[in-house]
Structure formats: C-alpha cells, structure tokens
C-alpha cells in the first residue's frame, strides 16, 4: 500500500493552510471593496465570512481527526456516501485547485511588471482580453518549477519554505498594521459606512452583502486537511490545526484592511485604484506602500505552494482509491512523496497556464460554485458519519453540532447565488456555465474509463489504511474468526486499528 512519509510539524501545516488561502488581490481590491461597502461593512462582512468559514472547517476538523489521510473531503465523500459522491468531491477539488495553479503561472509576471515595466515586453498572443508576455510566462514556466523541485524532494523541504515565507509575510503584516494605526487617526475611519448606510440597517446589509465575495479569499484552508497523511503530530492537533488556520487568515485579513481604512480617509482610498498599496503610498510612506506589494508577491508565491501540493495529493488519493490511473499514486521511497502525481500536476499547470489570466478567469470564477458545493457535501459528510458510524473515533470532536449546519446553509446560498443569472455574484458568461457543466461530465467519462476493483470495499481499505479496522469494525471481528491470507502489512494496520 502506498503512503506517504510523514514530516510536517505543527507550525508547517499552519503555514500550508494560513498561508495557502492568504493571496496577493486583496491589496488591490480595497479601494473597489470600499467604494461598493465601505470600510465598516468590508472589515464586519469579513469577520462574518470567517465565522462561516470556520463553521464548515469545524466539520472538516472533525473529519480529518477521524480520517488523517491524504485527499481531505474526498476521503470524507467516499467514507459518508459511496464510490461516485466520493469522485465527485474529489474531482471538484482538483477542479479549484487546478485552475489556481494555472492561473498563478501568469499572475506573478504580471504583478511585478508594476515595478519591472519591462517584464511586459515582447507580447506572444492575447486570450480573453489580456495579452501574454513572454517574460511573463517564462517567470511562471520558472515558478512551476521551483514548485516542483521544493516538492520533489519531500514534502518537509517544500513547507519548510512555506513555513519561512508566512514568518516574513506576518512580519512585514505586522509593519503596515503598526504604521498604519500610529500614524493614522479615528477621523480616517469614522464614519466606517457610506452616508446611505449609516444605520443599523444599511450597515447590516452591507457588513452582509460583503460576505459571500469574502468567503472566496478563504479557499484553501481544507489543505491542511489534504496534506494530513503528512502530519507527524495527533490527528487530535491536525484537526485544531484547519480551525486555526481559517482564524489566522481571517484575522489577517480583517486587520490588514483595518489598517488602510485608518491611514488615510477610507473615502480617499476608495478614489484609488492600488487599495492598500496607493493608501500608504498617500500618506507619505513609500517603503511601506512596497512592504505591502512585497506581502502581495509572497502571498502569490505561498498559495501557489500549497495549492500545488494539495492538487498532487488529490491526483495521489484518487489513484490510490482506483478512480484515476495508478501510476499517479506511485510514491519515491526515499522522499515519501507523490512523483508522477507532482509531474503530472506541473505538467497540467503549465499547459493550462499559458493560456493567461484573460481565460483563466473563467476557471478562477467558476472556483467560488465548487468550493461551495464541496462544502455542502463536506457538511452532509460529518452528519452522515455521526448518524452511521457513531463509535468512530474522533479526537477532535465538534460540540456544537448547529455550527457546520451554517456553513452548509452558506454553501448552498452561495450556489444559489452564482448560477441564478442577475445576482451580483452570478457567473459572468455562458463560458463559465458551460465550464460548470462539462467538468464533472468529464470526470465521469474519466470515472468510467478506469478499471474497477472487483470489490469496491478493496478502494475504501486503500483509501482509509490503518483506519479502515475503525471505520468497519466488522471487518476486524471477520478476521479473527477466519484465515486472513492478506498481505502482512494490511493485516498489521487493522490490528493497530
């Protein structure tokens, strides 16, 4: 049986989850986010957004604890429902993860062209609106592997790095926070709502109408529980370890637009058209307006680290379950990581990549529908198992059991939302309605090309490995009454069991 080595420390896996969701547009998106909902109702609506965030990883905490394997909620799918929910889940993952990738082969050309003009020189082809430049794309054919070389040689090394990078981002966080509230004054923030919101209710509804956009800066956060195969600590810490990252990133977040709407007047930074960045720059703090571009190209640099990784573990746990070819859950016994699944994913990113953020953005769009449906199936997941599997062992365990319910509900008015047409965060073309569709229908094309197990059991006893014996007790009970001509390591891991 495949498996992967176990390394990461608890400080690495909060670095892969804080770090993987913390990115580089919300710097710049402050002035548009403060124009449309002020600065009260973008730092409230945020705070909002991370409650229901840490509803639905309250669920994924739980699960991760019972189930520390690599694949996250399609581990948790397949375990709940059956073979197919749990391909559906996973497939929808890769789907997020995916585009993500491809789209940061690009996006860190294209940010520091702010400061390097000359990196958007030499132009190949325009998609979508936006023209490639070859020195943006040789940066990401760069980026792609350095990310595959930090992988390559252990999953230790890759988030050792990761780990380095949050330390710094936090660090130069820390500097635009300090500045920002002891050079600013009250006046620049208050009144925190525009003229029209200045009540209860019209800020309620624009702290509201925020949370569902601010919901999609926190994709990312279940990495950690993709990545739990990996953990060297309890699964009991792997799981406080997903609630605390949502916080982290939230919390970071929340301050960081604090601090820019205290700076200066938020109204004034609304007129902007670089959000943080230009609000330091106003006030007369030149390097501090850098530190924030420089926490920008980290955030780049981090989320594509993780989101590299957690693609490569998807392809892994799918092919170990027998639901994608099984040279994808090959493992190096040296380095205990994925190879071909970490050079099928470069691979994949790079030739989605150059297709620049002009097409990307369709898949990036289509990203906020299928993290939500992941997180309503996530949430069926944990009610399912309490219902089914009540004995189960879970050391990290969920006591207010109304919590994940909100997360679900938020889920599925999220879904809503973007697929009715004229919502304001409905899909913006039929491109995106079509990339909607034709994802799982490729999926399943692939579902049914692969060779089945003859015992469908057989893909659960690989998936779940020494936690199968705790997920089917019977098993073990059936094993002590009869000969067992298993392999010695199977049997060993249901007597851990």
Request: charged share 10%; net charge neutral; with cysteine.
């Amino acid at each position: 049986m495949a498996e992967l080595k176990k390394t990461l420390g608890a400080g690495t896996l909060i670095a892969v989850g804080a770090a993987g969701v913390i990115g580089s547009s919300f710097l710049y998106l402050s002035s548009e986010f403060f124009t449309e909902f002020g600065a009260g109702g973008v730092i409230l609506g945020m705070i909002g957004a991370t409650f229901l965030a840490a509803c639905v990883a309250l669920a994924i905490s739980e699960l991760t604890s019972a189930f520390p394997r690599a694949g996250g909620e399609f581990v948790y799918a397949f375990a709940a429902f059956n073979r197919p929910v749990g391909f559906l889940v996973g497939w929808t993952a890769i789907a997020i993860y995916v585009g993500i990738v491809a789209f940061y082969v690009t996006a860190a050309g294209f940010l520091l062209a702010q400061v390097i003009p000359s990196m958007e020189t030499i132009p190949l082809y325009t998609i979508g609106g936006e023209t490639v430049f070859l020195p943006v794309l040789a940066l990401g054919v760069l980026l792609m592997l350095i990310m595959l070389g930090l992988n390559w040689f252990g999953a230790q090394l890759a988030f050792s790095a990761q780990l380095i990078l949050f330390l710094v981002m936090v660090a130069l966080g820390a500097v635009i926070v300090f500045v920002g509230f002891s050079h600013g004054t009250a006046d620049n923030f208050f009144p925190a709502f525009k003229p029209e919101d200045q009540n209860i209710l019209g800020a309620l509804i624009s702290s509201t109408k925020f949370i569902l956009p601010a919901l999609g800066f926190l994709t990312g956060f279940s990495i950690v529980a993709v990545m739990a195969e990996e953990a060297k600590i309890t699964p009991k810490k792997v799981g406080s370890i997903v609630i605390l990252a949502v916080v982290v990133a939230g919390a970071f977040y929340a301050i960081i637009f604090a601090a820019t709407a205290w700076v200066i007047p938020w109204t004034k930074t609304a007129g902007l058209s670089a959000g943080t960045i230009d609000a330091f720059r106003e006030a007369g703090f030149g390097p501090v307006a850098m530190v924030a571009f420089v926490i920008g190209v980290l955030g780049i640099v981090t989320t594509f680290l993780a989101v590299f990784s957690a693609v490569s573990r998807l392809l892994f746990s799918l092919s170990r379950a027998g639901m994608l070819p099984r040279f994808l859950s090959t493992v190096d016994s040296k380095y205990g990581v994925p190879r071909n699944a970490l050079l099928f994913t470069a691979a994949t990113g790079l030739a989605m990549g150059w297709i620049g953020p002009g097409g990307l953005t369709w898949f990036l769009n289509t990203g906020g529908v299928n993290l939500a449906f992941m997180w309503i199936f996530t949430v069926a997941a944990f009610y399912r198992l309490r219902r089914t599997h009540p004995h189960l062992d879970r050391p990290y365990r969920v006591r207010q059991m109304w919590m994940p319910a909100l997360g679900g509900a938020a889920g599925v008015l999220l879904v809503v939302v973007s697929l009715i047409p004229g919502t304001p965060l409905s899909l913006g073309s039929i491109a995106e309605y079509i990339i909607v569709l034709a994802w799982p229908v490729l999926g399943f094309i692939l579902y049914g090309l692969t060779k089945k197990p003859a015992d469908p059991e057989d893909s659960l006893r690989e998936l779940l490995g020494e936690y199968y014996g705790e997920f089917r007790p019977e098993a073990k009970v059936t094993l002590a009454g009869a000969g067992d001509d298993r392999p010695e390591e199977l049997k060993h891991n249901d007597e851990q069991a």
